[in-house]
C-alpha cells in the first residue's frame, strides 16, 4: 500500500512523511534569497543569482511589489526588499525561530558527544545562551537558556571574534574582569586572538568562565554568510582531558554546518575542518612531546590542531619492484673477447 500523491505527484512509501512542492513558492522564495544576498539589485542580477528567467523573475517581483515586500528604485532599475519584512523578521524572533530550527540539531549533537550542547548568540556587548539541549536531565549543572555571559571569556570569544570592528573595539576597551585565575584580560591578547579564531574558525576553551568548565564552540552563519550563533558543547574539565576535546570538535563543526544550511548558508560556506586530522592526534603526540596547550590547561584560544611544530611522519618506503631493480643496475654486463 502506498499513499497517495505527494505533491510533486509521486507517492510515497508506507510510514514516510509525504512532502509538498509548489514550484512556484519555491522560485519565490529563490528570489527573496537573491534579494537579501544581493540586493539592491537589477532584475538580470536578480534572475541569475535565483536560477531563472527575467520574465519569471519580473512577474515575482512585481507581484510583491504590489504586496509591499519588495521596493524597486524607477530611476536606477534596482530592486531591493520591502519594508514589510521587518514585521516577519520581528515575529520569527519573538517565535523563537531560531531556538526552534537549532533544537533537532543541538539533540543530535548532545547524543553523539555525550555532553550538554548549547546555541549561544550575541545580544549587544554580551552573549545569551539562547537554547540547550541536556545530554542527562538528572544532572543538575549547565547553564539555562536566557543566561548573558561577557564576551571576552570562554565561547563568547568566539562571538566576539565574529562581532563588527565598532562592538570588538568598546568591549575591548572596558575593563575586562577576571571571572576565574584562568581568564585571559590583556586586550592584546584577546584581540590576536581573534585573529586566530576567525583563522581556523573554531575555539576550544577550558576554566575561562567557570573553574573546572570546558567548552568547544563553533560558528553558525545565516543565509547572508553573517555569523549569527555558535554551536558549542560544555562539560566539566575532568572528562575533558586531551585528547578528548579534539576528538569532540569535528561534531560540534558539523553540527554548526548543520545549523548554518538549515538557515540557508551558502551552498559552498561550511565550518572549516581541524588542520591535523583527528585519526592523527596520538601518532603526533608520540614524536611532539613539546606541544604548546592542551585544552585543559587553562589557556583557551592558544590550542590550535595545528600548533604542534612535529613534523609529519614520513610515510614508509615500499620496497622496490623487480623491475625497479633491473633498471636501477643497468644494462646486464657483457664479456668482451680479448
Given amino acids: 500500500m502506498s499513499i497517495p500523491a505527494n505533491g510533486n505527484g509521486t507517492t510515497a512509501p508506507d510510514g514516510a512523511e509525504r512532502t509538498y512542492n509548489i514550484a512556484a513558492v519555491d522560485r519565490a522564495l529563490d528570489l527573496l534569497e537573491a534579494l ?3 540586493g539592491p539589485a537589477t532584475l538580470a542580477a536578480l534572475a541569475e543569482d535565483a536560477g531563472m528567467t527575467r520574465t519569471a523573475g519580473f512577474r515575482l517581483l512585481r507581484t510583491m511589489q504590489a504586496r509591499g515586500f519588495a521596493i524597486q528604485d524607477r530611476a536606477r532599475g534596482l530592486w531591493r526588499l520591502g519594508g514589510r519584512w521587518g514585521m516577519l523578521s520581528r515575529a520569527a524572533a519573538s517565535q523563537g525561530a531560531l531556538g526552534a530550527t537549532a533544537a533537532p540539531v543541538l539533540a543530535a549533537l548532545a547524543a553523539e558527544t555525550g555532553e550538554n550542547a548549547y546555541l549561544i548568540v550575541r545580544t549587544g556587548l554580551e552573549g545569551e545562551v539562547l537554547a540547550l539541549h541536556r545530554a542527562d536531565p538528572s544532572l543538575r549543572v549547565y547553564v539555562e537558556p536566557g543566561k548573558r555571559f561577557l564576551l571576552h571569556a570562554g565561547p563568547g570569544r568566539l562571538l566576539l571574534a565574529y562581532a563588527p570592528d565598532t562592538i570588538q573595539t ?3 576597551s572596558k575593563r575586562l574582569p577576571r571571572l576565574t585565575p584562568a581568564t585571559r584580560i590583556d586586550p592584546g591578547w584577546i584581540a590576536a586572538d581573534l585573529e586566530r579564531i576567525r583563522s581556523r574558525g573554531w575555539l576550544i576553551t577550558s576554566d575561562e568562565m567557570f573553574p573546572g568548565a570546558c567548552a568547544i564552540a563553533a560558528p553558525v552563519q545565516d543565509a547572508g554568510g553573517d555569523i549569527v550563533a555558535a554551536m558549542t ?10 585528547p578528548r576535546p579534539r576528538s569532540l570538535l569535528g561534531p560540534v563543526l558539523a553540527a554548526a554546518t548543520q545549523m548554518s544550511e538549515a538557515l540557508g548558508a551558502p551552498g559552498n560556506a561550511r565550518s572549516p575542518q581541524p588542520a591535523i586530522p583527528v585519526r592523527r592526534v596520538a601518532r603526533l603526540r ?19 590542531l595545528g600548533s604542534t611544530t612535529a613534523t609529519q611522519v614520513p610515510r614508509p618506503r615500499r620496497p622496490p619492484t623487480e623491475r625497479a631493480r633491473r ?10 673477447p680479448d
Avoid at 558543547?233 to 586531551?242: E, T, V
Avoid at 608520540?286 to 590550535?304: L, M, N, V
Fill in 233 to 242: 558543547i560544555a562539560a566539566p574539565s575532568l572528562r575533558m582531558r586531551s
Fill in 286 to 304: 608520540q614524536i611532539a612531546p613539546a606541544e604548546t596547550h592542551a585544552a585543559g590547561d587553562g589557556h583557551a584560544g592558544t590550542e590550535t
Fill in 327 to 336: 633498471l636501477s643496475a643497468g644494462p646486464p654486463s657483457r664479456s668482451v
Fill in 170 to 172: 568598546e568591549v575591548l
Fill in 36 to 38: 537579501a544576498r544581493i
